[in-house]
């Protein structure tokens, strides 16, 4: 974790062990996957996306702030972060949203089997004494 309590689980976050041939494989899916997507997002879609930074996104809406100021007009501006987004989102819905963004059947049908029958391990040591447990 970045911070907190080491030993509130919450605070941590999972990692994926994936073998070479599987992170070969992986990154010509996203390779691929990125250009299918690309074009279908909104120009204001910046993350995760090349040539894109934070900068920008600060940069708009600060230019947002100024021109809302000069017309004396209200503004809302509300920030979100979803907490563990990934982690919890429905597979099946990610399977149509990937095909809703124009990814072939084919390459989700690949990220499907990948995630099919996906296991974890936790592995602590309390006191001394090393354990672990699958879920």
């Known amino acids: 974790p970045k911070n907190g309590n080491l030993s509130n689980c ?21 390779d691929r996957m ?5 074009q279908r997002l909104r120009d204001e879609q910046a993350g995760f996306r090349k040539d ?19 017309w004396q007009a209200p503004l809302y501006v509300c920030f979100v972060d979803f907490e563990k987004a990934f982690d919890s989102i ?7 949203i990937l ?7 084919k390459t989700v049908d690949i990220i499907r089997q990948l995630y099919e029958g996906f296991a974890c391990q ?14």
Do not use: F
């Not at 062990?17 to 070969?24: E, Q």
């Not at 936790?122 to 879920?135: D, E, K, L």
């Open 90 to 96: 429905d597979r099946k819905s990610m399977w149509g």
């Open 10 to 30: 919450d605070k941590w976050r999972g990692i994926m062990l994936l073998s070479i041939p599987s992170k070969v494989l992986t990154r010509v899916i996203l």
């Open 122 to 135: 936790v592995i602590h040591n309390v006191r001394g004494v090393p354990g672990q447990y699958w879920c």
């Open 52 to 70: 894109r930074s934070c900068n920008d996104q600060i940069a708009t809406l600060r230019i947002i702030v100024e021109q809302t100021m000069e």
């Open 99 to 105: 095909r809703n963004y124009g990814v072939p059947e």
């Open 34 to 38: 990125k250009d299918a997507i690309d």
